[in-house]
């Protein structure tokens, strides 16, 4: 894994979260280089499902991929990053170390979307109207032009159902050149 900064961008239930742990169980990554907003949400804060955005959530993601890019270690962030504003302040951390960033986008459809989030429980699930959304948000948002008008220096589009992938399927054939 190349050392630099790698944001999986993708509405909830895309399939971010599972491509992340397939890469660490195929050892192109270790298990402390996935930074997670939901992982560290579940740290903070348990069970509970009305914590949302709490600032102290992204303050402790700032500070994990702060302390990865300044060691010269790979990072991947695992938030939805659907909009610009979600992407700078991480960009920003790559920026401020040297470090290129990569950006791996999750296009899914609506109705798979739907029924994977149907599958979730506690603070994973999210109310279908926000998912989709954040789905037309992540369409609109996060094309590849406007990522690399955010600063990224590489787009790649995960493979994923209608291409025949599972996440993890998908983990293994998304190899970075940064």
Do not use: Y
Not at 126 to 147: F, M, W
Request: proline letters at 5%.
């Amino acid at each position: 894994m190349p050392v630099g900064l790698i944001l999986l961008v993708g509405p909830p239930a895309s399939g971010k979260s599972s491509f992340a742990r397939a890469w660490v169980e195929h050892g192109q990554l270790d298990a402390a280089g996935v930074v997670s907003c939901d992982a560290i949400r579940g740290e903070l804060f348990g069970a509970r499902v009305d914590v949302g955005d709490d600032p102290a959530v992204f303050s402790e993601m700032d500070r994990r991929v702060a302390a990865r890019l300044a060691a010269d270690l790979a990072v991947v962030v695992d938030a939805t990053n659907v909009t610009p504003s979600a992407r700078t302040r991480m960009i920003a951390w790559a920026r401020q170390h040297g470090r290129p960033v990569a950006a791996l986008r999750f296009r899914v459809a609506d109705e798979v979307l739907v029924r994977r989030n149907s599958r979730r429980s506690g603070h994973a699930r999210v109310p279908v109207d926000e998912g989709l959304r954040s789905a037309t948000t992540a369409a609109r948002d996060a094309t590849r032009g406007q990522l690399l008008t955010d600063g990224v220096d590489l787009v790649v589009d995960v493979p994923g159902e209608s291409d025949g992938h599972t996440p993890a399927s998908a983990a293994a054939t998304v190899l970075l050149g940064m």
